[in-house]
């Protein structure tokens, strides 16, 4: 049974950071291409970024580019998202997910990933 679980969501003050870190098992780590994707309250859910399955390619929203870095460690079947200079307009849930089909141009909007984690609360006040 696949489980991806994401930690490391919290409450931090705008200019701050935040690391999320999603574990992955059951599955082949280093077959799946992964994504952050988030969600604000009455909004869509928009892809933040995603690495292919080496950790070779990687894309960003234009909203987080220069701010955030998404990286992986096959060995220990984890993603990461490091969030730099956070933003309120950041808050949302943080979901991580794995595909085998890896977009170098992110994402379409809509697309349903092949497993999905519960997701992390991020919050930043102003």
């Known amino acids: 049974q696949v489980q991806v679980v994401e930690s490391g969501g919290g409450l931090v003050q705008a200019g701050g950071s935040l690391r999320l870190s999603c574990t992955a098992s059951g599955l082949t780590f280093d077959d799946y291409a992964m994504g952050w994707f988030r969600q604000a309250p009455g909004k869509e859910r928009e892809g933040v970024a995603c690495?292919?399955?080496?950790?070779?390619?990687?894309y960003y929203a234009d909203s987080v580019k220069g701010r955030f870095t998404i990286s992986r460690d096959n060995a220990k079947n984890t993603l990461y998202l490091q969030m730099n200079d956070l933003k309120p307009e950041d808050t949302a849930m943080y979901y991580c997910a794995a595909d085998r089909v890896y977009y170098s141009g992110g994402y379409p909007r809509g697309y349903d990933m092949d497993y999905w984690g519960k997701g992390t609360l991020v919050t930043i006040s102003t």
């Open positions: 690495i292919k399955w080496s950790g070779g390619s990687t």
